[in-house]
């Protein structure tokens, strides 16, 4: 069962073609670095995925890079983020297109984020989109000075995603002279006259570039056929964005098809110390938290800890927990030693299966799925084999790599410390040593050298860990 969007309620997954799964999902505008709250939305579509793929389907997913045609805006009016970029950066779009699209490739390997079947770059499609925009212009658009716009009025219940005709939304679009009605958007945006943009075409609306709103439409149905069966992304797109998608595709169909079957959108990521929006200069990066010394991964289940559908609150007290969630699995998974049994047949683990499947079942809900996970890692009734089958199975879902990460991986170090771990350790076992020997002065000795360099020992840790980088450690100096 999975909630849908559209109609505002969970609906069995029932796929267009027998046996596989076709999903797109609304990726990045590479402008700029992706921040957090971003990659929320990503690690919630590979979720998905992998959940599709755990239960059979075989999976066609996509996902798109927008490198033209977003405004700075939902407007239909302003400049196209690439090209400001470009010129804030002074290089050319297509470099700063390239450069952000590596990043994020490199954000989405170290969430551990499965390759698609398919990255469509918006600028490889701009042929078809005109050829779309064709089959649609005279039935459903009008030509003005700024460009080709389509008449919402056009199609029936536009904004039903949203739930609203009108409404907050389109105080986010700015008005332009001759639009016909406050909700039609541009399909096609003429170049001004007397101007020339790094990425431009010839079209039979003069040259220009396309909206964004037509590129996922397009490369969706390129990709994935119409109608297809689900279409992610973040939920501050259920407002604009896929309403404005919809449109262009019933428009296109020349019928009440919505063009996916089921629309599912993340919730958003709060910050409460406000750095969450790129145009803030400073804001929260994957990088960020990894040159804090938090392994990637923390982020990927501090995302599974919640309910895609439920507003998630970044802090650093709450990634430090996610953090040492996901190393007590690391170590309970290590216990359980390199070999997998073939089967899974001790009654206790095969429920746990069950209510893990359940749990997935009942519209991701990863949240109760990693209490599952959980149970069968610390499980006493079965061998070590059984639970290390049915833990890695479990994992294919929930993609943690309990069973890849090098337990130093998951030490807190931020990257500019100049620590030597091996003497860190040393120094450990010499204080273990004095305590042993009720030494405590020199145990304490040894406590206060380590706490100097910003290394704080953990008396009594459950996991074993003994120490952990500070964040606010000096830097440059050693143990």
Not at 7 to 16: I, L, W
Request: charged share 25%.
């Amino acid at each position: 069962m999975l909630f849908n969007s559209l109609t505002r309620r969970t609906e069995a997954f029932a796929p267009v073609h027998s046996g596989e799964a076709r999903v797109y999902t609304c990726g990045p505008t590479v402008y700029a670095y992706q921040h957090i709250g971003n990659m929320r939305a990503y690690v919630f579509a590979d979720t998905l995925g992998r959940v599709l793929s755990w239960k059979g389907f075989a999976l066609r997913h996509v996902i798109n890079i927008t490198d033209v045609g977003h405004l700075t805006s939902d407007a239909d009016a302003g400049d196209d983020k690439m090209e400001k970029a470009a010129q804030r950066a002074g290089q050319s779009a297509w470099d700063i297109a390239r450069h952000y699209t590596e990043a994020y490739w490199a954000d989405i390997a170290r969430l551990n984020i499965r390759q698609p079947f398919k990255w469509t770059i918006a600028t490889d499609y701009v042929p078809a989109m005109i050829a779309f925009a064709e089959t649609i212009a005279d039935r459903h658009c009008y030509l003005l000075d700024s460009g080709l716009y389509f008449d919402t009025s056009t199609v029936p219940e536009y904004g039903r995603l949203a739930r609203a005709e009108t409404g907050a939304g389109e105080g986010r679009i700015d008005s332009v002279e001759g639009k016909r009605h406050p909700s039609d958007f541009a399909i096609w945006r003429r170049t001004p006259p007397g101007e020339t943009r790094q990425m431009e075409w010839d079209s039979p609306w003069g040259r220009g570039a396309p909206g964004w709103h037509l590129e996922c439409s397009v490369m969706s149905e390129a990709e994935l056929g119409l109608p297809f069966d689900i279409h992610t992304g973040g939920i501050d797109h259920r407002e604009i964005h896929h309403p404005n998608e919809i449109a262009q595709n019933q428009a296109r169909c020349a019928s009440h098809d919505s063009g996916a079957r089921i629309w599912m959108h993340n919730n958003f990521l709060i910050d409460r110390g406000g750095k969450m929006s790129k145009s803030s200069g400073e804001f929260l990066r994957l990088q960020l938290l990894v040159d804090r010394g938090f392994h990637p991964l923390a982020y990927r289940l501090m995302c599974l800890q919640a309910h895609y559908r439920s507003e998630l609150e970044f802090s650093w007290p709450s990634l430090a927990a996610a953090l040492t969630r996901l190393k007590r699995m690391v170590m309970a998974a290590a216990r359980l030693g390199d070999t997998m049994a073939a089967e899974i047949k001790t009654p206790a683990l095969v429920a746990a299966m069950a209510a893990f499947d359940a749990a997935l079942s009942d519209d991701l809900n990863t949240p109760l799925a990693l209490t599952q996970l959980e149970a069968v890692l610390t499980m006493k009734q079965a061998a070590p084999a059984e639970r290390r089958a049915a833990a890695a199975r479990m994992d294919e879902a929930l993609g943690l790599q309990l069973f890849a990460i090098d337990r130093a991986a998951l030490r807190v170090r931020p990257a500019d410390a100049a620590i030597d771990e091996a003497r860190i350790d040393a120094m450990m076992a010499a204080r273990q040593a004095a305590r042993a020997a009720k030494d405590f002065a020199e145990s304490d000795r040894i406590r206060d050298t380590l706490n100097q360099a910003g290394v704080e020992v953990m008396d009594g840790d459950p996991l074993g860990w003994d120490w952990i980088l500070s964040a606010d450690a000096p830097r440059g100096e050693s143990a």
